[in-house]
């Protein structure tokens, strides 16, 4: 018979494989050492003891966010602590200023994409999630939108980091001479360039309307208060608008809002999951949060 008396954790470095690691990879290996005690059926007495060491290959996430002082980015790091994950912000104006509990649990780092030390935040990452984005002139846009995403995207794949999560938006059925300006080309181009280097682990997910407490300047607005009965209301009223879906820019209006948290959610099971990948419309986003939550 077997008793298993005592069990002991202690560090070991990684044992030598076949396969070498790219050498941007970090994982974190354990040494299990388990204190057995045999004892054969009617022998009294204690029997001899030993300790066998299993040796268990343990990958630990470690996210590296994009943006993760903002709206989006910063309820994706909170989420991301909530699971055990390590993160890392990368933002150009570093730790933003709140006074919760998991915000000192991430790794804040000061930085412009554009100049970015990469050697300061990928080394170890087994996940980025880029919240870049934003609006202003066309040439700002294809900037922000999709050339420093596209940047970010070939810094990771550079490093070995083996996935990349985009957070995008959703088209809203918009006739295609809407969709040529800066705002969305960018964001298209970011998605390319994640489904191209990142073909079987690459996410892009697109929302719509994003609500949840979103501060501003220091002050708190609540589109939560608009976004929340909105999406509910255009739910439930889904079997009545859906003839309307093929109408031009009917998403404008018909597209329902989604939560933060459910984007952050999301997200984070796209860190997680290695089935989790591709383009995912706002149903998808909602549906992959839900059974998370559940």
Known sequence: MLALSSVSYLKATPS???????????????????????AEAGVKGDS????ID??????SERVVVLGGNGFVGSAICKAAISKGIEVTSL?????????????DQVNWVTGDVFYANWDEVLPGATAVVSTLGGFGSEEQMKRIN????VLAVGAAKEYGVPKFILISVHDYNLPQFLLESGYFTGKR???????SKYPNSGVVLRPGFIYGKRR?????????LIGEPLEKFLRAAENFTKPLSSLPASDLLLAPPVSVDDVAVAAVNAITDDDFFGIFTIEQIKEAAAKVSA
């Open 189 to 195: 181009k970011a998605e390319s360039e994640v489904l």
């Open 54 to 59: 299993v040796v268990a290959d343990v990958k």
């Open 48 to 51: 001899s003891s030993a300790t």
């Open 146 to 149: 999709g050339e420093a995403n």
């Open 16 to 38: 030598r494989t076949d396969f070498p690691l790219p050498s941007h990879r970090r994982f974190s290996f354990r040494r299990v050492g388990v204190r057995c005690s045999y």
């Open 91 to 103: 933002s150009r104006s570093g730790r933003p200023s709140l006074s919760n509990s998991w915000v």
């Open 216 to 224: 501003v300047d220091g002050f708190e607005i609540p589109l939560d």
